[in-house]
C-alpha cells in the first residue's frame, strides 16, 4: 500500500500522470510526490548536481542563500554550533556563516559524505535546496531531529507548490532529482507531528524550533 513519504499516512491518491511519471497526492499534509518507480539512480542523481552551476563566491548565488541565512541569524547567535545539510559541491551557505563567525560543518551524501557529524549535536541545520530531493523524509526528519540541541532551528529552502493546474509545466517538478513537494499544510504538519515550532518568515523559506 502506498503511503506518504513525507508524513506516513495511507490517504493517498493520485494525483497526475506527466509524461510517464505518476505523482501522488496526500490527503493529510497535502504534500505532492513521485512515485520510486520513477526515481533516477544514484550515478544520475550525482551527475545532475555536478551539472549546477554554484560556486562558493559567486556574488548572485550567494544573494538567492541569504534568503535563508538572513532570517535564520535572527534566531542564533555567534557562538552557535551549525550544520550545513545537504550542502551540495559548492558549500556557499557555509561560507556565508562562517564569514559572519559562526563554527559551521558541512555534510552531503555525494560531495561531502562525512559520517563525524551524525556523532554531534548543533544549535542550528540549515537545508538549502534540500528537502525536495529526499527519497524518504519522514526518516530525514528524525535524523535531523537527533543532531539538533534542544531548542535549535532547522532552516528549510524550497519551493512551495504552485496550483494544481501549474503543477506540469512548474520548473522544480521539471527537475528530474525533484521527487516530493511541500506548501504550508505540509510543513504545518510536519512540525506536528516532530512536536517543532514552525516559522515562516516568507515564501519558500521555513524555520523550525526544537
Not at 89 to 102: C, N, R, S, V
Not at 109 to 114: L, R, T
Not at 119 to 139: A, G, M, Q, R
Request: include cysteine; glycine fraction near 4%; aromatic fraction near 18%.
Amino acid at each position: 500500500m502506498i503511503e506518504c513519504i513525507v508524513c506516513k499516512n495511507k490517504k493517498i491518491e493520485l494525483f497526475k500522470i506527466i509524461h510517464e511519471k505518476k505523482y501522488w497526492h496526500c490527503i493529510n499534509c497535502e504534500a505532492k510526490f513521485l512515485d520510486k518507480k520513477n526515481y533516477i539512480n544514484a550515478i544520475n542523481e550525482k551527475k545532475h548536481y555536478s551539472k549546477h552551476n554554484n560556486f562558493i563566491k559567486d556574488p548572485g548565488y550567494r544573494k538567492f542563500l541569504s534568503k535563508l541565512s538572513e532570517p535564520l541569524k535572527k534566531y542564533i547567535s555567534i557562538n552557535d554550533f551549525g550544520l550545513d545539510y545537504g550542502c551540495g559541491y559548492a558549500p556557499a551557505l557555509a561560507d556565508i556563516f562562517k564569514e559572519d563567525g559562526f563554527i559551521i560543518d558541512i555534510y552531503d551524501p555525494f560531495f561531502f559524505p562525512n559520517e563525524n557529524v551524525f556523532l554531534n549535536k548543533y544549535n542550528f541545520i540549515t537545508c538549502s535546496e534540500v528537502f525536495e530531493h529526499l527519497f524518504n523524509p519522514y526518516d530525514e526528519f528524525f535524523k535531523l531531529d537527533a543532531l539538533l540541541e534542544c531548542n535549535g532551528y532547522l532552516g528549510v529552502m524550497t519551493s512551495f507548490m504552485p496550483s494544481d493546474q501549474e503543477f506540469e509545466d512548474w520548473y522544480y517538478r521539471r527537475d528530474p532529482t525533484h521527487v516530493v513537494f511541500y506548501n504550508e499544510k505540509t510543513f504545518e504538519v510536519i512540525a506536528s507531528q516532530m512536536e517543532w515550532n514552525l516559522i515562516i518568515p516568507s515564501k519558500d523559506i521555513i524555520i523550525f524550533k526544537k
